[in-house]
């Protein structure tokens, strides 16, 4: 499978916590994405990080890319209790033809 | 732009019936993708389509399934016959320009198979 892997695949912490995702991968990518899964909804995209890129900012989220540990972990800054959502890391490349490869995501449970 | 539309959200069908979801992409996007999102699983992609045409199509799980898109405005996706395991959360998500460019998903169906 070309899934990547997210760790943990449960976290709980309280408001104000920082809250730490990791991702592995198993091909070579041209970008990854991380996206937030509230329960009961679609998957909406937070960020994306290309290849070329070693980390990246978007408001209280911050995105790493270590391309050599083919890993990358996003950090939520001072969480909040809507930051409770599964969060998922999705990749692309050539080889899948351009279609997204998504892993099973992290839940994330922030309490207030 | 109302973003992915999918119908309907909820599908309860007993074993055996032919269950038709239905999706409409972002305007614009020229790709459309299926999947299957199950506990177990996690998210599968069924199928994705580029300017209308499948391009693969490897995560169909069986002959059950089928997929059209016969324009750029709207998508289904067939079950026929309808077995219990089949019993998921189905999403549409639509992507515009750049084959690497972020994925816009629809709210899902959730389909329940007795």
């Known amino acids: 499978s070309q899934q990547g892997e997210e760790d943990p695949q449960a976290l709980s912490i309280q408001e104000g916590e920082n809250a730490t995702m990791n991702c592995s991968y198993k091909t070579s990518i041209n970008n990854l994405q991380w996206y937030r899964q509230n329960s009961g909804r679609g998957l909406v995209h937070l960020i994306l990080?290309?290849?070329?890129?070693r980390e990246k900012h978007s408001g209280r989220l911050r995105v790493t890319l270590d391309t050599s540990k083919k890993s990358s972990s996003l950090l939520i800054t001072a969480s909040r209790a809507a930051d409770t959502a599964s969060y998922f890391c999705?990749?692309?490349?050539?080889?899948?033809?351009?279609?997204?490869?998504f892993g099973k995501g992290t839940s994330l449970l922030v309490t207030p | 732009d109302a973003g992915v539309i999918q119908s309907p959200r909820h599908e309860v069908t007993e074993m055996g019936q032919e269950v038709t979801l239905r999706c409409k992409p972002i305007?614009?996007?020229?790709?459309l993708f299926w999947y299957r999102q199950t506990m177990m699983r996690g998210l599968e992609l069924l199928i994705y389509?580029?300017?209308?045409?499948?391009?693969?199509d490897s995560g169909m799980p069986e002959d059950r399934f089928s997929a059209k898109m016969p324009n750029a405005s709207f998508s289904t996706l067939k079950i026929q016959p309808s077995e219990p395991r089949d019993s998921a959360v189905y999403f549409c998500?639509?992507?515009?320009?750049?084959?690497?460019?972020?994925?816009?998903f629809g709210p899902g169906t959730r389909l329940t198979v007795l």
């Open positions: 999705a990749y692309g490349s050539s080889n899948s033809g351009y279609a997204l490869n």
């Open positions: 305007s614009g996007h020229n790709s």
């Open positions: 990080i290309r290849s070329n890129e």
């Open positions: 389509f580029n300017n209308n045409v499948p391009i693969d």
């Open positions: 998500a639509s992507r515009g320009g750049g084959n690497y460019n972020e994925q816009f």
